[in-house]
């Protein structure tokens, strides 16, 4: 099976956490394109969305699914959302898709924060794949540079403007041991908007092809 139809079948697993006449939180991504899609064929029974990016939001706006303000519907039941890394433990690495700010607005406001991957996405250890920052633009060197005393190689993703004005650092080289530990020691940092990782809170079901994962004990 190729990753598209692991990806596809996550989707289609995630469908059957949307309740009768909710607002769904909605992420980002190829994965999150597929669970547009089948929450298209669905649109009747829900009330809408909230969407963590303009890409999401042409996609849903396309399909006739009304996109609300998260200020206007208040705390959510379900938000569901790509990685780009999981660890055993449910916590994440997001944001190669740049949109890891409204998806952490969003994933905070929900009860149950469902996570659709495809086996590629699972790690042991998160860090292999690039640790996406986004900063306010005239902080992108000094947040490189606290990086940098942290053992981190920070690369700038030149070009690329996030859709609430920031930049994006990728920072290589890390093996993150203590996940929770460093996000918050990045968010301290002056100019961080935030941090693609998903530490102190995780998902709360991570879904695989079409397998509900077990989370392994702490
Ligand atoms: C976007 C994200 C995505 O969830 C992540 O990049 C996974 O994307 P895909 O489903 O295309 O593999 O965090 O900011």
């Given at each position: 099976?190729?990753r ?10 995630a ?26 064929k669905?649109?009747a029974r829900?009330?809408?969305a909230?969407s ?8 849903l ?33 997001k944001g ?9 607005i969003?994933?905070q406001a ?6 659709i991957i ?15 920052v986004e ?7 000094l947040?490189g540079r ?12 030149e070009g ?5 004005g ?6 290589h080289?890390w093996r993150?041991q ?15 908007i ?7 809170r995780?998902?709360?079901v991570?879904?695989?092809g ?5 989370k392994?004990?702490?």
């Amino acid at each position: 099976m190729s990753r598209d139809q692991l990806k596809q079948q996550a989707a289609e697993k995630a469908l059957g956490f949307v309740e009768e006449g909710s607002v769904v939180g909605v992420g980002t991504g190829s994965t999150v394109a597929f669970f547009i899609d089948g929450l298209a064929k669905m649109k009747a029974r829900i009330d809408g969305a909230v969407s963590s990016s303009e890409q999401s939001t042409r996609q849903l706006q396309a399909h006739g699914i009304p996109v609300y303000d998260l200020n206007a519907v208040g705390p959510l039941k379900l938000y569901i959302d790509g990685a780009d890394e999981c660890d055993p433990w449910d916590r994440l690495i997001k944001g190669g898709g740049a949109a890891l700010t409204r998806e952490k607005i969003i994933a905070q406001a929900s009860e149950t924060f469902v996570c659709i991957i495809d086996p590629a996405k699972q790690v042991e250890l998160l860090g292999a794949f690039p640790l996406p920052v986004e900063v306010v633009p005239m902080a992108r060197s000094l947040v490189g540079r606290e990086i940098l005393k942290l053992d981190g190689q920070p690369v700038w993703r030149e070009g690329v403007v996030t859709d609430n004005g920031g930049w994006i650092i990728d920072v290589h080289g890390w093996r993150i041991q203590d996940p929770v530990a460093l996000e918050a020691r990045l968010n301290q940092i002056p100019g961080v908007i935030s941090v693609g990782l998903f530490a102190a809170r995780p998902a709360d079901v991570v879904i695989v092809g079409d397998q509900i994962r077990p989370k392994r004990p702490l």
